[in-house]
């Protein structure tokens, strides 16, 4: 029976997952614990281990805890036991789940009050046999439960943050507790965009070190393989099963789905449009074998759609509908393109295989993206500058942003200027020097003016766009300034 006592026995399930060997604790190591919600995370934090950013495996305990933050994550498959995972195991010492031990809160919404952390500590240590000796945490983003859960109840221990996608570019999403902040040791993160260093948390002096890209492709490959395995002992499957290489030797278009109606960017009908001009625009530079990735949590009839598009204008379309990385489908399938929004998966195609990439929608996420310090900013921002369009012929003309440093310094002063104000000179040259018909698209008037940056609304005309019975004058002026010419 479920209690809703935080510190009942029956809350704090023990893992069975944790062999005897491991139960006994060491006073000759230390505890390492690496928090994971995804495969990718999972993966990223694997190859920091193997690369050895961790230190030595003999002087250390090390605990993968994995977690669920999905809204229903008890009809889900637990990280540890989804296919491939199992070739990431091995670098842990045991495994742990924070969904069960926190249970019946949710990982994405709960956090203890800070009165409570030592008695929480407590409880961690005692169901996980941690003794009382130093624990190193390795979490994600610090600002988002489990992390900001588990720096609270280790109040004490350092904290290394390994960031696996785009957002590490950009600014630290709110202002962070200095008792937190001051903790994070460094950030570790993949080499996306080659030359460009993260913004996140260097108000903390918190130094960036790179996870070696060729050990993390290394991990990619191990769960190809593992996937390429499960393929062959399904019935009927293969490595190519999955819309892998046509029939005339074609190699696929690859489109990556995100589900950006579910954070409320765009309405469901808009983003069910954009994947059906992936469609379009994949069949437009000639491509007639197409393989459609959705989000797993997106509805099916987004899917049927696709392939009904793709039918009319003579192409074949197969749906990927399993919940394998996109990299995984990288070296499965070798890809003619990739396709997507502002995936981070994008960058990891370009950079890390090589493959060609297109973007489509990102400037109407510019423009939607709301409010303008929304975290989502930067990776749109980086995607869009660096990356050509799907059009075929604004492809052509596409040169990626040779001043892409500059730029997200700009952005990330306008989204955080409280948190970076060193960056404010940085800006104020950008904006005088490089604000133009394209780059405008990244920046807001109006939030331009509320920082007195170039590019701001002159001071005696900054009440029109809010007077509305001005607008209303305005629109009826050109109204009657067309009929008369007319």
């Known amino acids: 029976m479920t209690t809703n006592d935080p510190f009942s026995a029956s809350a704090f399930p023990a893992s069975s997952s944790a062999s005897s060997s491991t139960m006994s604790s060491s006073a000759s190591s230390s505890i390492q614990l690496f928090f994971a919600c995804t495969q990718y995370a999972a993966a990223t934090v694997t190859a920091a281990l193997r690369a050895g950013l961790f230190g030595s ?51 994405a919404g709960w956090s203890p009050r800070e009165q409570d952390a030592p008695l929480w500590q407590r409880a961690v240590r005692e169901a996980w046999n941690l003794g009382d000796g130093p624990v190193e945490i390795a979490c994600e983003s610090i600002q988002a439960n489990p992390s900001q859960a588990v720096a609270t109840i280790f109040s004490e221990s350092p904290i290394h943050i390994y960031a696996d996608g785009l957002m590490s570019y950009g600014p630290t999403r709110s202002k962070l507790h200095p008792l937190i902040g001051s903790r994070v040791e460094r950030l570790l993160h993949l080499d996306l965009v080659p030359g460009l260093e993260p913004l996140l948390l260097t108000e903390f002096d918190v130094a960036p070190e790179i996870i070696p890209t060729d050990v993390f492709v290394k991990v990619l490959a191990e769960l190809a393989d593992a996937a390429d395995v499960a393929a062959a002992g399904t019935a009927g499957g293969s490595a190519g099963g999955t819309g892998g290489t046509g029939a005339d030797g074609e190699r696929p278009a690859l489109l990556l789905g995100q589900y950006l109606s579910r954070l409320g960017i765009l309405t469901p009908a808009e983003e069910e449009e954009l994947h059906v001009e992936m469609v379009r625009g994949a069949v437009a530079r000639g491509h007639r074998n197409v393989v459609f990735k959705p989000h797993p949590s997106a509805p099916d009839q987004w899917s049927r759609r696709l392939e009904e598009e793709a039918e009319q204008l003579g192409a074949r379309l197969t749906v990927h509908a399993e919940p394998s990385l996109a990299e995984v489908l990288y070296q499965r399938l070798n890809p003619a393109l990739v396709v997507a929004c502002f995936s981070t998966a994008l960058l990891t195609a370009s950079a890390f295989y090589d493959l060609p990439v297109a973007r489509v929608g990102t400037e109407l996420l510019l423009e939607r993206l709301s409010p303008y310090q929304n975290s989502n900013r930067v990776p749109v921002t980086i995607v869009d500058a660096l990356l050509p369009p799907l059009d075929p012929e604004a492809a052509t003309a596409h040169r990626p942003d040779e001043r892409i440093a500059e730029l997200v310094a700009a952005v990330g002063f306008a989204m955080q200027p409280q948190i970076y104000p060193e960056l404010r000179p940085t800006a104020e040259n950008y904006l005088t020097h490089h604000l133009d018909r394209r780059t405008w698209r990244y920046f807001k008037r109006r939030r331009l003016t509320a920082l007195a940056l170039p590019g701001a609304v002159p001071a005696q005309l900054a009440f029109i766009p809010r007077n509305a019975t001005v607008r209303r004058v305005a629109r009826r002026a050109r109204s009657l300034k067309k009929a008369t010419i007319g």
């Open 57 to 107: 495996r003999a002087d250390h305990r090390r605990i993968l805890v994995v977690s669920d933050v999905s809204a229903s994550p008890e009809l889900g498959t637990p990280l540890d036991a989804r296919p491939g995972c199992e070739r990431l195991l091995p670098d842990f010492d045991e495994v742990r789940s924070w969904n069960d031990f926190i249970r019946p809160f949710h990982p």
